[in-house]
């Protein structure tokens, strides 16, 4: 199924039913009264965060989602039935704003998390409610109230544990596909990973933990070059960045330059996203030459991370992984150093 983080919709609650107008007549009861029934409520639009969702895929080809309407009161102060309220399956992750002003309704990032999005109109009260010692007999009754319409956008930000950043061919799609059950396309050229994808990590120690590949990051990206901004929000979930670097690339000249160009980017898309941890992995050593470029690459990175303006989130030179995603060489490594990461960031939280 093709990955659809995106969707415009149109909901519609439903409008009460009216109350009746009715009067008690039976034989040999005099002056019977009013006994007209309420009208139901109508239904309500409400959106459940849902395990088995992945995508908004459904939501972008159904553009109106309405709620039934409450049934009309009848005599003998019969109620009108109650409209169905419709729920809206979403997967956990999902933000739910106005499309017209941009203002955030909901963010819903648990499971089983509810919200009533719209709410349906009460029903309304039957002549029996309006009977008064000086009108014995009325004969009104109250409409019920209509429903709302709101147009509301949602947009689905990735949960995940740890998300591997990098350029373009960096290596993050054979990475995640050796340590998870995940299967994203993998290919020899840039960009063959256009969507995120999410994988489950069974570390030999410790609790699993989700992984999310972000598509390859670009200059420009922040401005929304080459998705940029499709797939930087997907980062803004993850409680650990591993910044995936192809060590083959690496130009003994100048060789933080793509480590640079993927932070800079970040940083100028969202400063809080900037602060993030960050676990710098040199991949694809098992290619020729590339044990040079990563003593290089280690030796400038010790450098700058003694005066980094960034001293909080980038980690100390000797916790740089260097891995062979493709033959497997340091994954193992790497899962397990991911593991006591996450777990001490969850005591940290719970604290």
């Known amino acids: 199924m093709k990955f659809i983080d995106e969707a415009i919709i149109t909901v519609t609650s439903g409008k009460g039913g009216a109350g009746c107008v009715s009067f008690r007549r039976e034989r040999f009861i005099e002056r019977g009264g009013p006994d007209g029934g ?53 997967p956990p ?10 203002e955030l309704i909901a963010d819903m990032t648990r499971a089983d998390d509810e919200f009533k999005a719209a709410r349906g109109g009460r029903g309304g009260k039957g002549n029996k409610h309006f009977a008064t010692s000086t009108n014995r007999a009325p004969r009104f009754a109250q409409p019920g109230m209509p429903g709302m319409e709101l147009k509301l956008k949602l ?42 994808s999410l994988g489950m990590v069974q570390p030999q120690f410790g609790e699993p933990f989700a992984v999310a590949d972000i598509p390859g990051l670009i200059e420009g990206a922040h401005e929304g070059t080459g998705l940029g901004i499709q797939f930087l929000k997907h980062v803004e979930r993850t409680g650990i960045l ?40 040199l991949n694809k050593m098992d290619l020729t030459g590339t044990g040079h470029r990563a003593d290089v690459f280690k030796q400038a990175y010790t450098e700058i991370n ?46």
Request: hydrophobic share 35%; charged share 20%; no cysteine.
């Open 155 to 196: 947009e689905l930000k990735l949960l995940a544990d740890a998300g591997l950043i990098g350029l373009p061919n960096a290596g993050k799609s054979t990475l995640i596909s050796a340590i998870s059950s995940a299967r994203p396309k993998i290919a020899d050229y840039p960009f063959t990973t256009l969507t995120p």
């Open 242 to 281: 591993v910044h995936i670097i192809d060590a083959s690339m690496i130009d003994p000249l100048s060789p933080l330059e793509a480590f640079n160009l993927v932070n800079r980017e970040i940083s100028m898309y969202s400063p809080k996203l900037a602060r993030k941890k960050q676990l710098v992995v």
């Open 93 to 102: 992750g999902t933000l739910i704003t106005n499309a017209g002003t941009g």
């Open 306 to 351: 003694s005066s980094s303006d960034f001293p909080n989130r980038l980690p100390p030179p000797s916790e740089i992984m260097t891995i062979s995603a493709a033959t497997g060489m340091g994954t193992k490594e790497l899962v397990q150093k991911l593991a006591q990461i996450i777990a001490h960031n969850n005591q940290i939280s719970n604290i």
């Open 38 to 90: 309420d009208g139901g409520d109508g239904g309500s639009v409400i959106f459940r965060t849902s395990s088995s969702k992945r995508t908004l895929f459904d939501l972008r080809r159904q553009k109106m989602i309405k709620a039934s309407n409450g049934l009309p009161g009848q005599g003998n102060q019969r109620h009108g039935r109650n409209g169905d309220d419709r729920i809206v399956e979403v």
